[in-house]
């Protein structure tokens, strides 16, 4: 299963870190990826790590404000997130890309953050 | 950047009766595509990978099918709990640049 945590109210400009933790699977085997639902929305990929954290891969909106890094032996992943903007505001999940293939096959709860002043 | 559009943005179906859901790419996606069903308050759950396949646990009266830019998820006879929010996904670029489609409410009739 994944479960994420971290999120919260922040302000405009601020920053917040993500956290993604991963059991149950051999979490070295797979990329992951961040996909986000603002509120009454559809989903959103932001970006994905591949299993090594040698590659990495952004949606052009969180370019150079969004960083994704993996902790392997921690089966952990995060989500680095600065110059944080109202349309930031989502639900952000994170989930597991299928092996060797790239739609999502498990997925967790999701964690809130909301961007405002 | 590939657009999905799905459509219709609500359908309303009673139970028992087949539902049609739409997807159709910007651009063709092959058979990369995917369906998801979401539920209030829930993550989304995986039905369908490669345009037809059903994922592990799926029942069978949930079916894809299509390819290009032209896809549709068929549920066979409607119960209650399949009634929810679907979206398709594309995965066909590399470098990645997965998109989702706005989805479709499945309302009870």
């Known amino acids: 299963q994944l479960e994420e945590s971290g999120g919260g109210l922040v302000q405009p400009g601020g920053s917040l870190r993500l956290s993604c933790a991963a059991s149950g699977f051999t979490f070295t085997n797979y990329w992951i990826s961040w996909v986000r639902q603002a509120p009454g929305k559809g989903l959103e990929w932001v970006g994905n790590i591949k299993y090594d954290g040698s590659e990495k891969y952004y949606v052009e909106s969180v370019k150079g404000r969004f960083t994704i890094s993996r902790d392997n032996p921690k089966n952990s992943l995060y989500l680095q997130m600065s110059s944080l903007r109202g349309d930031d505001t989502a639900v952000y999940y994170c989930a597991r890309d299928a092996y060797r293939a790239r739609y999502f096959d498990l997925w967790g709860r999701g964690t809130l953050v909301t961007v405002s002043s | 950047e590939i657009v999905m559009t799905q459509s219709p943005a609500t359908l309303c179906v009673s139970p028992g009766e087949r539902a049609t859901l739409s997807c159709r790419a910007s651009?063709?996606?092959?058979?990369?595509l995917a369906w998801y069903q979401q539920k209030p308050g829930q993550a989304p759950r995986l039905l369908i990978y490669g345009a037809s396949s059903r994922a592990t646990g799926i029942p069978a009266r949930f079916s894809g099918s299509g390819s290009g830019t032209e896809f549709t998820l068929t549920i066979s006879s409607l119960q209650s709990e399949d009634f929810a929010l679907y979206y398709c996904q594309q995965y066909n670029k590399w470098p990645p640049r997965y998109t989702f489609g706005q989805g479709t409410k499945l309302e009870i009739k």
């Open positions: 651009q063709s996606v092959n058979s990369d």
